[in-house]
């Protein structure tokens, strides 16, 4: 057994797949300092039509009760409308990941209506209520793009609306830092989202950032990487292990191959201890019941209240 699996008390079982997580592409109009894929505009990896027809498939045989689409910039696949169509035909239930800021580029501005049009629930990356913050993590000009989309989003119906929602993504600076308690933080978003931009939205998930990536490089370069994996290890919670989001769903990289979660995608570690891990030659049975592939990374998702793709896993 490795070092987490050992902390864990043996190997992470995966328990069913509630949520069916397709990134659909690395392609992303930015390049922000805490991206585990490092996407970026020069990234040209991008899900086919092809692929997107066995995710469909999949789909139909496990009835997840989420389709959680990410990238990259989500927006940026050229099939990505016509696979929420055919989501939406079939009544699952689905969300995108967004930078927001995707929405403002060119032949792309009409997806606010599209994703409203559909029910499509959406997850948007907002590292800090404050420009200089968010500038700093993502380039000069997304914070003003991202609250321009924000606000069309709201007027749309998004954060107001039944079956519309719309949720903020936290992540701490490049450091050695845990998010804070997210309900605390949340009310402090609230009121300042309001209050500075006339902005509303309905949760905030805060997301603990994982030493790989782009990130990573970040941390090495400001020599805090040793330090940071000791803050990680050291703030192990064994009470979140239950809860963690490799145990309850899938990822589908852009190509196909199936990995436990999106950041063992970005390090290359597919599904593996005898499950097939590509999407045409799944067996869904030891799909379900598979051994999670771990490693040092995993105990990002593990201190403090833990962390996944919904958010802190204590509340």
């Excluded at 070092?3 to 690395?26: M, S, W, Y």
């Excluded at 689409?69 to 035909?89: F, S």
């Excluded at 998930?205 to 330090?227: C, S, W």
């Excluded at 292990?241 to 990822?251: A, E």
Aim: proline residues 5%.
């Amino acid at each position: 057994m490795n070092e987490f699996d050992t902390k864990t008390g043996g190997p992470v079982i995966a328990d069913g797949i509630d949520i069916l997580q397709v990134n659909v592409g690395l392609t992303c109009n930015q390049a922000c300092i805490h991206c585990h894929l490092s996407c970026s505009p020069a990234r040209k990896e991008s899900m086919s039509w092809e692929t997107m027809k066995q995710v469909l498939a999949l789909a139909d045989q496990i009835k997840p009760s989420m389709v959680d689409i990410t990238g990259g910039a989500p927006e940026l696949n050229a099939h990505l409308k016509d696979l929420i169509v055919r989501l939406k035909q079939r009544g699952f239930a689905m969300q995108v990941r967004t930078n927001l800021s995707a929405m403002e580029e060119p032949g792309l501005t009409d997806f606010p209506e599209f994703f409203a049009d559909n029910k499509v629930g959406l997850v948007a990356s907002m590292p800090c209520y404050l420009e200089e913050n968010v500038s700093a993590m993502r380039g000069g000009k997304c914070f003003s793009s991202s609250v321009s989309v924000l606000r069309k989003l709201n007027e749309l119906g998004y954060g107001t609306q039944d079956g519309l929602t719309i949720d903020l993504v936290f992540n701490p600076a490049v450091g050695p830092n845990l998010p804070p308690s997210q309900s605390a933080l949340e009310g402090d978003y609230k009121r300042e989202m309001k209050e500075r931009y006339d902005i509303v939205f309905n949760r905030l998930l805060t997301i603990t950032n994982v030493p790989i990536g782009r990130y990573m490089d970040e941390l090495k370069e400001k020599g805090q990487d040793h330090q940071y994996m000791e803050l990680l290890t050291e703030s192990f919670n064994p009470a979140t292990v239950d809860g963690l989001m490799c145990r309850h769903q899938v990822n589908i990289g852009w190509d196909g191959r199936l990995y436990d979660c999106d950041f063992n995608q970005a390090l290359g570690l597919p599904v593996n201890h005898g499950t097939p891990d590509r999407i045409e030659d799944l067996d869904l049975n030891q799909l379900v019941h598979r051994q999670v592939v771990t490693g040092r990374h995993c105990f990002a998702c593990t201190a403090g209240a833990g962390s996944s793709c919904g958010g802190a896993i204590q509340k």
